[in-house]
């Protein structure tokens, strides 16, 4: 099975969880999140534009204010020679968030690799800054906006997603 197989395997997987029953979540309350979302994402990468980004993101809560949080992010865009580039990032973020209730913003930042799917080529780094907003809608469901602004083998290019979408309490 080639890499681009075997990644939308584990991005198909890693969302049908979030449609996954969840039991006793208002007794434990939540520190495991998977989030699915998705939006524009400017960049300037071989060529300049408006591209798509998808993304899920699974949130660990070890501690109060600290979020771990490893994500796949799938991201086209049109190439400067009207080429459709499609790219599968795997990232690590660590994100500092602040507890207003029911609403949680926060700031964070890691790395990750690339990898361009139609090609053969080598990972390359990703390094990345994000910005959002986390609001808790009950006890299982969440509603998520943020901004990650993404060096791609850094630093000749960047991306910036602007990424909306859910959140499922997993545990």
């Known amino acids: 099975m080639d890499f681009t197989r075997v990644m939308l395997l584990r991005l198909a997987v890693v969302g049908a969880g979030l449609l996954a029953p969840v039991t006793a979540l208002g007794q434990t309350g939540s520190r495991l999140t998977l989030s699915g979302l998705a939006g524009p994402s400017p960049y300037d990468l071989s060529g300049t534009g408006t591209g ?18 490893p994500g796949l992010t799938y991201f086209t865009y049109q190439s400067q020679f009207s080429e459709r ?5 795997n990232e690590l973020s660590v994100q500092g968030e602040l507890p207003l209730g029911r609403v949680r913003p926060f700031l964070g930042g890691g790395a990750g690799f690339a990898r361009m799917l139609e090609e053969n080529e080598d990972a390359v780094a ?22 990650r602004v993404r060096a791609v ?3 000749t290019g960047n991306t910036a997603d602007i990424l909306v979408g859910l959140s499922r309490m997993l545990q």
Do not use: C, K, S
């Open 126 to 147: 990703t390094l990345h800054a994000v910005a959002g907003l986390r609001v808790d809608l009950d006890r299982a469901w969440g509603a998520r906006a943020e901004l």
């Open 52 to 69: 798509f980004a998808a993304a899920l993101e699974f949130n660990w809560r070890p501690t109060p204010g600290l979020v771990i949080e």
């Open 85 to 89: 580039i499609h790219y599968l990032m």
């Open 153 to 155: 083998r850094p630093w």
